[in-house]
């Protein structure tokens, strides 16, 4: 009898001792990252549940200790205080008493967000200077740290209504040469930094303007101005130059706002003495005509 009771009071402290194992969390998820901090939550599985849970956090390649570093007493828990742009690893075990916890679980990990870069700010103190019949230089102050290295400018004749894409893009030097405007015309010009690929400053918000210097007498030649005639003009898109003193002109270049040649016609080399200009888009165009001795004269062709 002595034996039967010795062996039910065994099985009755075996089967307590199984009854009162601490079993280890599952499923642990970390969400919601920041750059300082992220929510994890994981699954309790004793009966009766778990109410308070150790946890360690080491950034990742570190030896973790054994030892919680804080009590978690909500599931989810939120991790706060951590660096931007590092891996974290995290261990949690369940308190079920104060003399009895589980095993740690396997790590998880996560890595914070970066901090993001600051915002790229617009220039300041922008002007032009050095104009000439055909350019003028455009300076700026950068007002980002580190200093941007490139920046966008949006050119176009007076009053005209910004895109906001940039007709120079990455421009690289400051200041900056806004070269092949007819002379006697006024342009403005909007600009932006570009801090990164994806990191740009608003456009300034008014634009800064000059008009390029009236013809000179050792450049722009109102003596040839009868070499040739354009008709008509304005025109929907097609006109005609009509050279009127073939032999004393060389060349002749068609050039939008923004000082980009559209069609360039050596004349020397030509037989005809009307040239036919077609489908133009909308929009103000020069004509320049250039004489065999360098003198050059414009002439204005709106397109309709």
Not at 51 to 73: C, D, F, L
Not at 170 to 184: C, D, E, K, M, Y
Not at 246 to 271: A, L, T
Request: charged fraction near 10%; proline fraction near 9%; aromatic fraction near 8%.
């Amino acid at each position: 009898m002595k034996k039967i009771f010795t062996l039910l009071v065994a099985i009755l402290v075996t089967f307590t001792a199984i009854a009162q194992t601490c079993l280890t969390p599952t499923n642990v998820t970390i969400t919601n990252i920041t750059q300082t901090s992220f929510d994890f939550s994981w699954n309790e599985i004793n009966t009766p549940p778990a109410t308070n849970w150790g946890v360690e956090i080491i950034v990742q390649g570190a030896t973790p200790t054994g030892v919680p570093i804080v009590t978690a007493g909500t599931n989810p828990y939120t991790i706060a205080g951590l660096l931007p742009n590092t891996t974290y690893c995290l261990f949690i075990r369940s308190d079920c008493s104060a003399t009895s916890t589980s095993p740690w679980t396997a790590s998880t990990c996560a890595t914070t967000l970066p901090t993001p870069p600051p915002p790229c700010q617009t220039p300041t103190n922008i002007n032009f200077s050095n104009t000439t019949s055909s350019s003028a230089d455009l300076s700026w102050t950068d007002n980002n740290s580190p200093t941007a290295t490139l920046w966008d400018l949006e050119v176009g004749p007076l009053n005209f209504t910004p895109t906001g894409v940039p007709t120079h893009p990455g421009v690289s030097t400051n200041p900056f040469t806004v070269s092949g405007v007819a002379s006697n015309t006024s342009m403005c010009a909007y600009i932006r930094s570009a801090c990164s690929g994806t990191n740009v400053s608003p456009w300034s918000a008014a634009p800064v303007c000059f008009t390029s210097n009236a013809p000179t007498a050792n450049t722009d030649v109102k003596s040839i101005d009868n070499y040739f005639d354009i008709f008509p003009n304005p025109t929907s898109g097609n006109f005609s130059i009509r050279i009127n003193k073939k032999s004393s002109i060389n060349q002749i270049d068609i050039v939008d706002i923004s000082g980009k040649v559209i069609e360039r016609f050596n004349v020397s080399k030509m037989n005809m003495e009307t040239i036919a200009v077609k489908d133009l888009s909308p929009g103000v165009y020069f004509c320049k005509i250039q004489s065999n001795d360098n003198k050059y004269a414009w002439e204005k062709i709106v397109v309709r």
